[in-house]
């Protein structure tokens, strides 16, 4: 085992990449709340990235639950194959 590479993976965030889409959206979020623009172009594009994300994250969850209905759909297409 390298452990040089395991650090390195570990403090550069690469560790976990079995994070939810959930939770890095939230990580993006958080990063670009926590920038400070100096000029108004640049916060003008904060806002815009912060907005894009906003747009970013309903869809995701309006695809979440979509898939979540077709696999349930899914299901009950298998039992009855099954009963048939």
Known sequence: MDF???TRRFLMGEWNTKASTTSRIASIKEALQSLK???LQ???RVELALENLTHVRREHR???EQVTIL???LQ???ESKGEG
């Open 37 to 39: 623009p100096r000029t």
């Open 4 to 6: 040089n590479k395991v």
């Open 62 to 64: 309006k695809l979440k």
């Open 71 to 73: 696999e349930e759909r």
């Open 76 to 78: 009950v297409l298998e």
């Open 42 to 44: 640049e916060k003008q």
